[in-house]
C-alpha cells in the first residue's frame, strides 16, 4: 500500500521538544522532495519546512526557522521534524506530503501525496 504515515505527536509544555517522524510505505521516500505542513483550526494549511531529494536542501517558514530541524534518512524510507522551543502557537495538526517543488514559500499546491496528519499541542 502506497502511504505516508506520521507519528510523534502529542501533548507538550511550552519549551518542550518533540520529533515527527514521515515514514514512507509502497514507495521510495529519496525520489521525492518532502514537505511538512501544519493546521491549526480555522486557519489554512500552511507549509513549515521542505527537505529537496537529491541534496537534502532545506526550507523553513520564518515562524519556526532556528527551532525546527527537517532530515531524512533514506534507509529508513523516513523523514523528521525535529521541533524544540515549542510555543502554543504551534500547536496544529501536522501533515507531511511528497512534493514537486522544495523551495521557499512552498504551498500546498505543490503537494502531491499526503499522510494523514497527527496532532501536535502545546500548552501549558
Known amino acids: 500500500q502506497v502511504q505516508l504515515v506520521e507519528s510523534g505527536g502529542g501533548l507538550v509544555q511550552p519549551g518542550a521538544s518533540l520529533r515527527l517522524s514521515c515514514a514512507a510505505s509502497?514507495?521510495?521516500?529519496?525520489?521525492?522532495?518532502i514537505g511538512w505542513f501544519r493546521q491549526a483550526p480555522g486557519k489554512e494549511r500552511e507549509g513549515v519546512s521542505c527537505i529537496s531529494n537529491t541534496d537534502s536542501r532545506t526550507y523553513y517558514a520564518d515562524s519556526v526557522k532556528g527551532r525546527f530541524t527537517i532530515s531524512r534518512d533514506n534507509a529508513k524510507n523516513t523523514v523528521y521534524l525535529q521541533m524544540n522551543s515549542l510555543k502554543p502557537e504551534d500547536t496544529a495538526v501536522y501533515y507531511c506530503?511528497?512534493?514537486?517543488?522544495?523551495?521557499?514559500?512552498?504551498?500546498?499546491?505543490?503537494?502531491?501525496?499526503w499522510g494523514q496528519g497527527i496532532q501536535v499541542t502545546v500548552t501549558s
Open positions: 509502497g514507495f521510495t521516500l529519496s525520489y521525492w522532495h
Open positions: 506530503a511528497t512534493l514537486f517543488q522544495c523551495n521557499g514559500g512552498f504551498s500546498t499546491s505543490v503537494a502531491g501525496r
